[in-house]
């Protein structure tokens, strides 16, 4: 089986300021320094982008956005384009997130698009997919996801979607500081691995990374990471102070 590099990284969402996250990088830049084993990855709002990316120079923190849109330029007032991303150091882009979709009209049809745009400017998509608390209870989550994971990867070349990373987010945990159980969201990660070897093939799923998201802590992230099909972990509020993220990181 391929050997998958485990990936933390947190969403820094609408919060910081440029000089805050100037001032929150400079701080956990040190804390992580002796990190081998796993990537970490740090996704501040696109105003902080520019200077957090100058602060990782020569670091082993990679920058990511939280959004962008599927065309290179043009006349689409407010959006940011992946050529912009990849220009100012971006290696990573998330897409699909719940509150995207919850706010912001994203849909399965928008984030294959821009699935596909990031790749072609040369960036690493994080598709996040999870069920909302009413489809979990009437007992939907594994066609809510199985529909999502379908509709977004439509189209989407094998070797992309290897090198892919895909975040299971249960939006019942999104903020609310209720964690799936390792169990529940390795049963629902195993579900999407599986469905990535039926739609492509088993070396696809084997190298395909599949983050955990929802309210990770500290005090959660190893029971998580000793789960088969957790490689990682997509960080939310915990990301937005060193302490707790150099934590999570330190997880091995
Ligand atoms: C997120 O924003 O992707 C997230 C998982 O947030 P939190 O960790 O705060 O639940």
Redesign the pocket.
């Known amino acids: 089986m391929a050997e998958r590099i485990p990936l933390i990284a947190g969403?820094w969402?609408m919060y910081r300021t440029h000089q805050e996250a100037a001032e929150l990088v400079r701080a956990l830049i040190p804390r992580v320094a002796d990190v081998s084993y796993c990537e970490v990855v740090v996704c501040p709002p696109f105003t902080a982008l520019t200077t957090v990316a100058e602060l990782l120079k020569g670091t082993r923190i990679a920058l990511g956005a939280q959004d962008v849109y599927w065309k290179s330029e043009g006349a689409y007032t407010g959006e940011i384009s992946p050529l912009m991303l990849k220009a100012v150091g971006c290696r990573y882009g998330?897409v699909g997130?719940?509150?995207r979709r919850q706010h912001f009209g994203e849909t399965n049809a928008t984030v294959s698009s821009k699935i596909k745009a990031l790749y072609d400017a040369g960036l690493i998509p994080i598709i996040?997919v999870g069920e909302r608390l009413e489809e979990r209870e009437a007992g939907r989550t594994h066609e809510v996801v199985s529909r999502q994971i379908d509709e977004c990867l439509d189209g989407l070349e094998e070797e992309k979607l290897a090198a892919s990373v895909v975040?299971y987010?249960p939006v019942w945990?999104?903020?609310?500081?209720l964690t799936a159980t390792p169990e529940q969201a390795q049963e629902v990660q195993a579900m999407i691995r599986g469905q990535v070897a039926a739609l492509y093939k088993k070396q696809v799923a084997d190298a395909l990374r599949i983050l955990y998201?929802?309210?990770?802590?500290p005090e959660s992230i190893r029971a998580l990471m000793a789960m088969p099909d957790i490689d990682g972990?997509?960080?939310?509020?915990?990301?937005l102070t060193v302490e707790s993220f150099a934590s999570i990181v330190h997880f091995a």
Not at 213 to 217: D, E, L, N, Q, Y
Not at 233 to 239: K, N, P, Q, T, W
């Open positions: 969403n969402k998330i997130h719940s509150e996040c975040a987010e945990a999104i903020g609310t500081g998201g929802g309210s990770v802590k972990a997509l960080v939310g509020g915990a990301s």
